[in-house]
Nanobody, 122 residues
Framework: QVQLVESGGGLVQAGGSLRLSCAAS????????MTWYRQAPGKQRELVAL???????NYADSVKGRFTISFDNAKITVYLQMNSLKPEDTAVYYC????????????????WGQGTQVTVSS
């Protein structure tokens, strides 16, 4: 079984910082992409940041310059450093991983973390 465990969420004042972590465990032989999504009440799920195995990184326009995604290959952990947080960043943040679960890596599979709440007060 593959699991993604998220941590680092919490309550922070506007202008503050948080770092989210998403650690993958199980039978994992590689990754295609790791992604952070978020979903605020009454809104659809939004892609926040993406990193691929080839090193390509993309951010939503709303977080560019404030958020940084990174990946630790040894730990199979993706991070989201969030600085200059705004109340609009309040949401449940979800980690998504496109992972290879067999040695020959013929096909990646999609996995989701449980979500972690980020609340930014004004």
């Amino acid at each position: 079984q593959v699991q993604l465990v998220e941590s680092g969420g919490g309550l922070v004042q506007a202008g503050g910082s948080l770092r989210l972590s998403c650690a993958a465990s199980g039978s994992i032989f590689g990754f295609n992409a790791m992604t952070w999504y978020r979903q605020a009440p009454g809104k659809q799920r939004e892609l926040v940041a993406l990193i691929t195995s080839g090193g390509s990184i993309n951010y939503a326009d709303s977080v560019k310059g404030r958020f940084t995604i990174s990946f630790d290959n040894a730990k199979i952990t993706v991070y989201l450093q969030m600085n200059s947080l705004k109340p609009e960043d309040t949401a449940v943040y979800y980690c998504n991983a496109d992972l290879y679960t067999d040695l020959v890596m013929t096909q990646p599979y999609d996995f989701w973390g449980q979500g972690t709440q980020v609340t930014v007060s004004s």
